[in-house]
Nanobody
Framework: VQLQASGGGLVQAGGSLRLSCSASGRSFSMYGVGWFRQAPGKLREFVATIRRSGLTDYVDSVKGRFTISRDNAKNTFYLQMNSLKPEDTAAYYC????????????????????WGQGTLVTVSS
């Protein structure tokens, strides 16, 4: 599986961006997918995930502002980011996890199998 992220850019605080991640390969609908981000000098952190069931989860700092979604027919998933803040500035990475047959904690980066390249989001104050 190869992932290609797009949609990053420069935006003013309070603005919006939509990140997209397209996936190659079959059986995309069976994968859990997510977004992580890494700000300069900081560790990579979980942002959002959506399971194959459609169940979503977010880090507290983005709840109510970000929405993760997926379009299995297009092998693509998205991160709609609204009310952006300067502290959202980071490289955003899309990722997906092959089904394992047991519960996976998708907040952990170690649960994922494939990663896209980062797309940079810069929020100016």
């Amino acid at each position: 599986v190869q992932l290609q992220a797009s949609g990053g850019g420069l935006v003013q605080a309070g603005g919006s961006l939509r990140l997209s991640c397209s996936a190659s390969g079959r059986s995309f609908s069976m994968y859990g997918v997510g977004w992580f981000r890494q700000a300069p000098g900081k560790l990579r952190e979980f942002v959002a995930t959506i399971r194959r069931s459609g169940l979503t989860d977010y880090v507290d700092s983005v709840k109510g502002r970000f929405t993760i979604s997926r379009d299995n027919a297009k092998n693509t998933f998205y991160l709609q980011m609204n009310s952006l803040k300067p502290e959202d500035t980071a490289a955003y990475y899309c990722t997906c996890a092959a089904p394992r047959g047991f519960y996976s904690d998708y907040r952990k980066s170690s649960e994922y199998d494939y990663w896209g390249q980062g797309t940079l989001v810069t929020v100016s104050s």
